[in-house]
């Protein structure tokens, strides 16, 4: 097995970009690390005005918003990871002049899955940006590039890590105050290291080479496009077992409370919207008053769809907690590279569950309350001494519900 990227000397890290920057000192930016200050919480309320409500299950697992819906590009973007809205949003808002430059991440040479930071200050270059990366990556960083250049107007497209530690540091330190920011969120749960990415693709997938587009989808299922346009699919159930090692995971994302990207002023997922074919439906949630103006640019060119879905999900979630717990303990030293279940039979499970399974909001539920149960037992053995200051309030009133002990 691969070996751990951590860097002990900063505790767990993301790799975000902050603390690469040379502009100000290195113990400024780990002020603001997400995981030296825990996630939302104080940090919710100075954006929100208030925490998330315990007694509003949807905004316990969504977050705070103004609205939310499905929708997608009617024209989408060829090569974007669903229709494009947020190449889309990051093109308009630099073409209006609302900001003069986005920080983002181009592909780098070496690997199609792998980044490269970039402050694109073109047209063009937001084009480029298009696209998951889905390795921890370091969009910070261009964050001296704008600085530099004494840019006073950006848009930043990060996942939650990134946008947590942007917005305390714009706030504790002079730096970027003067900066009018714009955040465009997506939604980022088991992202990985580079030095596991080809290890864990290779288990996946029958050709690693060719893979050019994955995402796991509300079907159960990981699809990977290939470079010659075929689709594969293959059943979460159907993995081999040791892709369900918690420890070939980074522990910042094992660590992580805001899959949804809840201080982002508009958060653009998958994980609501109805998979149908030939359609690349997105998860849109307007959460600030930039986020609505971030909205405004592109709401002609958008098709909307109301959510769907049942919200009730409680027998999917309790099915699999008790594995999920006692696997976050990390007793199981071996994991077989075989697959416990054949490829067959779980292409009928993950057919059967995208037929009978939790649906859009439903679906998005069962997600959210899955990874936060994973999460907060990883951090409750490995990293007792976190918990209280990592795992936001709103954690432990959905345990409860699963009657989980704390
Ligand atoms: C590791 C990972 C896991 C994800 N998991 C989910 C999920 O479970 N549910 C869900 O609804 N959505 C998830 N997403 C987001 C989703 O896949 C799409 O990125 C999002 O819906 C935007 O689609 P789009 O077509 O508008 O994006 P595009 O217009 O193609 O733009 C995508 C933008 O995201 C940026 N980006 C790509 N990779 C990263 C990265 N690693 N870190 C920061 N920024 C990046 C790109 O540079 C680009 O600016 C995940 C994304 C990643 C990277
Ligand atoms: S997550 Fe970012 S701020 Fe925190 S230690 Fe890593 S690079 Fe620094
Ligand atoms: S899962 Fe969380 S910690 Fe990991 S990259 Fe995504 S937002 Fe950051």
């Given at each position: 097995?691969p070996?751990?990227?951590?860097?002990?000397?900063?505790?767990?890290?993301?790799?975000?970009?902050?603390?690469?920057?040379?502009e100000?000192?290195?113990?400024?930016?780990l002020?603001?690390?997400?995981f030296a200050?825990?996630w939302?919480?104080?940090?919710e309320?100075?954006?929100?005005?208030?925490?998330?409500?315990?007694?509003?299950p949807?905004?316990m697992?969504?977050?705070?918003?103004?609205?939310?819906?499905?929708?997608?590009?009617?024209?989408?973007?060829?090569?974007?990871?669903?229709?494009?809205?947020?190449?889309?949003?990051?093109?308009?808002?630099f073409?209006?002049?609302?900001?003069d430059?986005?920080?983002?991440?181009h592909?780098?040479?070496?690997n199609?899955f792998?980044?490269?930071?970039?402050?694109a200050?073109?047209?063009?270059?937001i084009y480029?940006s298009r696209?998951?990366?889905p390795?921890?990556?370091?969009?910070?960083k261009s964050?001296?590039?704008?600085?530099?250049?004494?840019?006073?107007k950006?848009?930043?497209i990060g996942?939650?890590?990134?946008?947590?530690t942007?917005?305390?540091?714009?706030?504790?330190?002079h730096?970027?105050?003067d900066?009018d920011i714009?955040?465009?969120?997506i939604?980022?749960?088991?992202?990985?290291?580079?030095?596991?990415?080809?290890?864990i693709?290779e288990?996946i997938?029958?050709?690693?080479?060719t893979?050019r587009?994955?995402?796991?989808?509300?079907?159960?299922r990981?699809?990977?496009k290939?470079s010659g346009?075929?689709?594969e699919?293959v059943?979460?159930?159907?993995?081999p077992?040791?892709l369900?090692?918690?420890?070939?995971?980074?522990?910042?994302?094992m660590?992580?409370?805001?899959?949804?990207?809840?201080?982002?002023?508009?958060t653009?997922g998958?994980?609501a919207?109805?998979?149908?074919?030939?359609?690349?439906r997105?998860?849109?949630?307007?959460?600030t008053?930039?986020?609505?103006?971030l909205?405004?640019l592109?709401?002609d060119e958008l098709e909307?769809?109301?959510?769907?879905?049942?919200?009730?999900?409680?027998?999917?979630v309790?099915?699999?907690?008790?594995?999920?717990i006692e696997s976050?303990?990390?007793l199981?030293?071996?994991?077989?590279?075989d697959?416990k279940?054949?490829?067959?039979?779980?292409?009928?499970?993950?057919?059967?569950?995208?037929?009978n399974?939790?649906?859009?909001v439903?679906?998005?539920h069962?997600?959210?309350d899955?990874?936060l149960?994973?999460h907060?037992?990883f951090?409750?053995?490995?990293?007792?001494?976190?918990l209280t200051?990592?795992?936001?309030?709103?954690v432990?009133?959905?345990l409860?519900?699963?009657?989980l002990p704390?």
């Amino acid at each position: 097995m691969p070996q751990s990227d951590s860097k002990p000397e900063k505790g767990i890290c993301s790799s975000c970009g902050l603390c690469s920057i040379q502009e100000w000192p290195m113990h400024e930016s780990l002020q603001s690390c997400v995981f030296a200050n825990g996630w939302l919480g104080k940090r919710e309320k100075k954006l929100f005005g208030r925490e998330r409500s315990l007694s509003n299950p949807e905004e316990m697992r969504f977050g705070i918003s103004h609205e939310r819906f499905t929708a997608q590009l009617k024209n989408p973007l060829p090569g974007a990871q669903w229709s494009g809205i947020i190449t889309e949003i990051a093109r308009r808002a630099f073409e209006s002049g609302m900001v003069d430059g986005v920080i983002t991440l181009h592909r780098s040479t070496e690997n199609h899955f792998f980044s490269k930071p970039v402050l694109a200050l073109s047209p063009e270059e937001i084009y480029e940006s298009r696209g998951n990366k889905p390795v921890l990556s370091p969009v910070l960083k261009s964050l001296q590039t704008a600085f530099r250049k004494k840019l006073k107007k950006i848009l930043v497209i990060g996942a939650a890590c990134h946008i947590h530690t942007l917005r305390d540091f714009q706030e504790r330190f002079h730096y970027l105050r003067d900066m009018d920011i714009y955040t465009a969120g997506i939604p980022c749960v088991d992202n990985v290291q580079r030095s596991r990415f080809n290890w864990i693709l290779e288990r996946i997938s029958r050709s690693p080479g060719t893979a050019r587009h994955m995402e796991f989808m509300q079907d159960f299922r990981i699809h990977i496009k290939h470079s010659g346009g075929s689709i594969e699919k293959v059943p979460f159930f159907s993995l081999p077992e040791e892709l369900s090692n918690p420890d070939i995971f980074p522990e910042s994302c094992m660590s992580c409370f805001d899959y949804l990207n809840s201080l982002s002023d508009i958060t653009i997922g998958y994980l609501a919207a109805r998979l149908l074919p030939d359609q690349n439906r997105q998860w849109v949630i307007v959460r600030t008053e930039k986020g609505k103006k971030l909205l405004d640019l592109v709401d002609d060119e958008l098709e909307r769809h109301p959510e769907h879905g049942d919200w009730e999900c409680k027998k999917f979630v309790q099915g699999t907690a008790e594995r999920t717990i006692e696997s976050m303990k990390g007793l199981k030293k071996s994991y077989s590279p075989d697959r416990k279940i054949p490829l067959w039979l779980g292409q009928v499970m993950s057919w059967l569950l995208s037929v009978n399974g939790p649906q859009g909001v439903g679906f998005a539920h069962y997600s959210v309350d899955f990874h936060l149960i994973r999460h907060y037992y990883f951090v409750k053995y490995r990293y007792p001494e976190q918990l209280t200051l990592l795992v936001p309030r709103h954690v432990r009133s959905i345990l409860q519900e699963y009657n989980l002990p704390l």
